[in-house]
């Protein structure tokens, strides 16, 4: 027989495809993915793909541009900026994937109360913290500070003293948790937005101490566009939507025997707060930074101008597993039975 020639199965039916069939034979490919999940999520992601492109009737000119687009995106990405994270941000995908996570051990009600499902199914509030958007900006190997230093090692802005507890659900502090922080300064500028800067600024991490207590100076964070100036802004551009983001920290807070939160703490009062590019401000997560005129901070120190101070406490759901099933190794871990 001639190559190629007249053997129905040498396409395995792949060939002269109608649009619908098309689709069906793309989803046969993937029965033989080697991964069960990895095969249900790219089939879904095929399905959604092929029935956004039907819907919109996609033109071979918006096909090129959207593969431009995506081509961009990864061009302007490197170790420092990350193009992908923010167009998931922007989308409102990562807040989405948060929402879904953090609803497996903990959830919200619809007042946006956090909640635990419980061993029966029903879900019961926790008042564990909020999570929010992980967001773009975050650095593996942040130096790390002792309670009571100064986490802005020179980052412009007014000095803020931040404090707070590290809690389970029931209140009870939590030791040695490690506490990740990352902010803008006062010009809205993260430490990896300056060219050859070299050195952590406005970032670090630090553990909270026997009374689950952490406290760090830092300096007050300021509202700021994001990036506008790549293919994320063009997309902000093109749908008249503004780049800002209220004022915040970010916090990523974990230990052993608790669900790991990544979260931000908002400050009150910013006009960006139910404007946010990215959909990331809960009420829980919004509270005061204090203004002060020069005098001693709540560390005993002496400040000669005007000082900010910040204190919220961070509450951690018990992990999936805890939570499951009724914790009693986690009982064993934290002395914590029943919780
Ligand atoms: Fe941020």
């Known amino acids: 027989m001639a190559r190629g020639g007249g053997n129905e199965t040498a396409n395995n039916g792949k060939r002269n495809l109608s649009d619908e069939d098309l689709t069906r034979a793309v989803l046969a490919s993937f029965e033989g993915a080697k991964s069960k999940r990895f095969g249900e999520v790219i089939?879904?992601?095929?399905?959604?793909?092929?029935?956004?492109?039907?819907?919109?009737?996609?033109?071979?000119?918006?096909?090129?541009?959207?593969?431009?687009?995506?081509?961009?995106?990864?061009?302007?990405?490197?170790?420092?900026?990350?193009?992908?994270?923010?167009?998931?941000?922007?989308?409102?995908?990562?807040?989405?994937?948060?929402?879904?996570?953090?609803?497996?051990?903990?959830?919200?009600?619809?007042?946006?109360?956090?909640?635990?499902?419980?061993?029966?199914?029903?879900?019961?509030?926790?008042?564990?913290?909020?999570?929010?958007?992980?967001?773009?900006?975050f650095v593996e190997g942040s130096p790390r500070y002792e309670n009571g230093d100064d986490l802005a090692n020179g980052a412009p802005g007014e000095p803020c003293h931040m404090e707070g507890r590290v809690l389970s659900t029931k209140g009870k502090p939590i030791p040695d948790a490690r506490i990740e922080v990352w902010q803008a300064d006062e010009d809205g500028f993260y430490d990896v937005q300056y060219e050859d800067l070299g050195v952590a600024r406005g970032r670090g991490h630090l553990f909270s101490d026997e009374e689950g207590r952490f406290r760090f100076w830092s300096v007050r964070p300021e509202a700021y566009p994001i990036p506008d100036d790549g293919p994320v802004g063009e997309l902000l551009e093109a749908t008249n939507r503004g780049p800002m983001r209220p004022a915040h920290v970010h916090f990523m807070v974990e230990a052993p025997g608790y669900e790991k939160l990544t979260t931000h703490v908002f400050e009150d009062g910013d006009e960006h707060l139910d404007s946010d590019a990215v959909f990331g401000v809960k009420d829980s997560l919004v509270t005061p930074f204090v203004r002060h005129d020069p005098g001693t901070a709540p560390d005993g120190t002496d400040v000669d101008g005007p000082f900010y101070t910040m204190s919220y406490d961070i509450v951690l759901a018990l992990s999936t597993e805890r939570a499951r099933d009724g914790s009693r190794d986690g009982a064993a871990q934290t002395g914590e039975a029943g919780e």
Request: aromatic residues 8%; glycine residues 10%; charged residues 25%.
């Open 43 to 137: 089939s879904s992601l095929v399905r959604h793909l092929h029935a956004f492109v039907e819907e919109v009737q996609l033109t071979e000119d918006e096909w090129f541009k959207g593969i431009d687009f995506l081509t961009r995106t990864g061009h302007i990405t490197d170790d420092n900026r990350q193009e992908f994270i923010l167009l998931s941000d922007v989308l409102g995908i990562s807040m989405l994937v948060v929402g879904i996570n953090h609803r497996k051990a903990v959830g919200a009600t619809e007042s946006g109360e956090a909640v635990e499902v419980v061993g029966d199914g029903h879900r019961e509030p926790t008042g564990a913290t909020e999570a929010t958007v992980f967001g773009p900006f």
